[in-house]
Nanobody
Framework: QVQLVESGGGLVQAGGSLRLSCTAS????????MGWFRQAPGKEREFVAS????????DYADSLKGRFTISTDNAKNMVFLQMNNLEPDDTAVYYC?????????????????WGQGTQVTVSS
């Protein structure tokens, strides 16, 4: 059974940083693509970033490039999202997702597995 467990969310002031972690278990993810999405209150879930487990190819939402960095620790089956210079508009529940196909994608429906999410709140 595939499990994705996020951690690292919390309350931070604008301009601060947070590092989210996602621990994946239940199968081999070597051919997968991992992604981070977020959902703010009253809004649709949106793409944040993705990375291929093999090769480490990354992709980012245009609006977040330069502030957010996605990375993996293949040995520990973990995916990270480093978020810097956070803004109140970054407040959302952040979800880790896994896609069974190699290749970056921002399309939510192409991801097969989802975590429960971790809350990030940025105060002004």
């Amino acid at each position: 059974q595939v499990q994705l467990v996020e951690s690292g969310g919390g309350l931070v002031q604008a301009g601060g940083s947070l590092r989210l972690s996602c621990t994946a278990s239940g199968r081999s993810f070597s051919s997968h693509t991992m992604g981070w999405f977020r959902q703010a209150p009253g809004k649709e879930r949106e793409f944040v970033a993705s990375v291929t487990w093999r090769g480490g190819n990354t992709d980012y939402a245009d609006s977040l490039k330069g502030r957010f960095t996605i990375s993996t620790d293949n040995a520990k089956n973990m995916v990270f999202l480093q978020m810097n210079n956070l803004e109140p508009d970054d407040t959302a529940v952040y979800y880790c997702a896994a896609r069974k196909t190699w290749g970056s994608s921002s399309v939510l429906d192409l991801y097969n597995y989802w975590g429960q999410g971790t809350q990030v709140t940025v105060s002004s």
